[in-house]
C-alpha cells in the first residue's frame, strides 16, 4: 500500500476511532507499536516533501542525483547500445526528469515509453511533458504501484524487447528481502529476453554517506522532520517537531544508511487517540538507504533471475548504473 505523493492520508469524513481511518493511519500506528519505532519513507512525501526532495538532490553534500546524471551522459550511448533498437522502455517513477530524457536522446528507435507511476498527476504531467519534448515517441503512461505486477500497454508499433528504467537509486530504499520482491516484479515485466537499467548507490567512505544524509544547511534534516509535521496536519497528531532531532547514522553490517527521528526526552504523543510514549534518546527509523557493492548488487539481481550485461560507474566510484538482462523466469 503506497499513497500517492501528495495525496492526503485521511478520508475527510473520518471520525476518531482508529477502524474508521484510512489504512494508512493503521499502517503508521502499527509501525510507531514496533521496537524500534517505524515510519515507512513512502509518508514523506506529500508537497513539502516533494519539494525538499528535490532541494536535497541539488545539496553539495548529496552526491548520487548529480553522479548518476554524469554516468548517464557519460555513458548512455553504451546504454542506449544496450536497450537496442525498437525496445518499449518502462521507467518505474516519475519520468519528467533530466535522466529519462538522457536516455530518450540516444534511444530515437523506440517502440514506446511507458511511465509508472501511483501518483495521477504526477503521471500524467510527466508523460505530457516527454509526449511534448519527443512528438514522434508514442507514450503511454499507466497509473500503478510499481512494486506489484501489473500489465505493461502495447505500443501500436511491436517492440522488440521491453527495458525497465528504474534510475535514483530507489531500490536503495527497499529492504533486501523487498527489493528482491522488486527485482522479481521487474523480471515479470520485463520478460524472457527483456532488460533492467537500474542505478545503484555504492559503499564508500562512511564519512561522506553521512554527510550526503546529513547535510549542513539542514534540508535533510527538515525533510525527515517533515514527516511529523505531515502527521500533525492531515491526521491531527501532536509531535513536538521542536523535541525531535533528525540522525542519519551508518550502519556498518547491514551497509545502509539510517535515517532516525531521535526523541530530545521523554515525551508522549498523540495519534488518532492513541498515545505513543518515547524515552529519552529513541528514535523513529523512517528511512534505510541501502549501498551496494557492484558485485553484491549482480548477485542480489541473479537471486531474481537477472543475468549481469554491463555495468557504468562514475571516475570516484560512487555510484554505479547497471544493465541486466532478464533469464528466462526463475518462478
Ligand atoms: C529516494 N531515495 C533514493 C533517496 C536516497 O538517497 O535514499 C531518499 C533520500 N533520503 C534522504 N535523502 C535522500
Not at 525538499?52 to 548529496?62: K, M, R
Not at 558485485?295 to 547497471?322: C, I, M, N, T
Request: hydrophobic share 45%.
Amino acid at each position: 500500500m503506497v499513497p500517492p505523493a501528495g495525496a492526503p492520508l485521511r478520508l475527510r469524513h473520518g471520525t476518531s476511532k482508529e477502524s474508521a481511518y484510512e489504512p494508512y493511519v493503521a499502517d503508521i500506528l502499527a509501525g510507531l507499536r514496533e521496537a524500534p519505532k517505524r515510519i515507512a519513507p513512502i509518508y514523506f512525501y506529500d508537497a513539502r516533501g516533494s519539494k525538499l526532495f528535490d532541494q536535497i538532490c541539488e545539496l553539495p553534500e548529496y552526491y548520487p542525483t548529480r553522479t548518476e546524471i554524469q554516468i548517464l551522459t557519460d555513458s548512455g550511448n553504451d546504454m542506449a547500445a544496450r536497450v537496442g533498437e525498437d525496445a518499449l522502455l518502462v521507467e518505474l517513477g516519475s519520468g519528467s526528469s533530466m535522466k529519462t530524457r538522457l536516455l530518450l536522446d540516444r534511444l530515437p528507435t523506440l517502440a514506446g515509453y511507458v511511465p509508472v507511476d501511483i501518483s495521477r498527476s504526477h503521471l500524467l504531467n510527466a508523460a505530457q511533458g516527454i509526449a511534448a519534448a519527443y512528438p514522434h515517441l508514442e507514450v503511454l503512461p499507466v497509473c500503478a504501484d510499481f512494486t506489484q505486477p501489473f500489465t505493461v500497454p502495447r505500443p501500436r508499433r511491436a517492440a522488440k524487447r521491453i527495458v525497465v528504467f528504474f534510475p535514483g537509486s530507489t531500490i536503495g530504499n527497499f529492504d533486501p528481502p523487498d527489493a528482491l520482491k522488486l527485482l522479481r516484479v521487474m523480471h515479470a515485466t520485463a520478460g524472457s529476453g527483456g532488460g533492467l537499467l537500474v542505478g545503484a548507490d555504492l559503499v564508500k567512505d562512511p564519512e561522506v554517506l553521512v554527510r550526503a544524509y546529513d547535510d549542513a544547511a539542514g534540508v535533510t534534516a527538515a525533510f525527515n522532520l517533515n514527516v511529523l509535521r505531515r502527521l500533525n496536519a492531515e491526521l491531527g497528531a501532536n509531535f513536538d517537531l521542536m523535541r525531535f532531532h533528525h540522525r542519519a547514522l551508518w550502519n556498518p553490517q547491514a551497509r545502509r544508511i539510517e535515517m532516525h527521528l531521535a526523541s530530545a526526552c521523554e515525551q508522549r504523543a498523540m495519534l488518532a487517540g492513541q498515545a505513543i510514549d518515547f524515552a529519552a534518546g529513541e528514535s523513529i527509523v523512517t528511512e534505510h538507504c541501502h549501498k551496494y557493492t557492484v558485485a553484491g548488487f549482480g548477485a542480489e539481481a541473479a537471486k531474481a533471475g537477472w543475468l549481469a550485461r554491463e555495468h557504468w560507474l562514475d571516475p570516484r566510484q560512487y555510484f554505479s548504473v547497471h544493465y541486466l538482462e532478464a533469464a528466462p523466469s526463475s518462478r
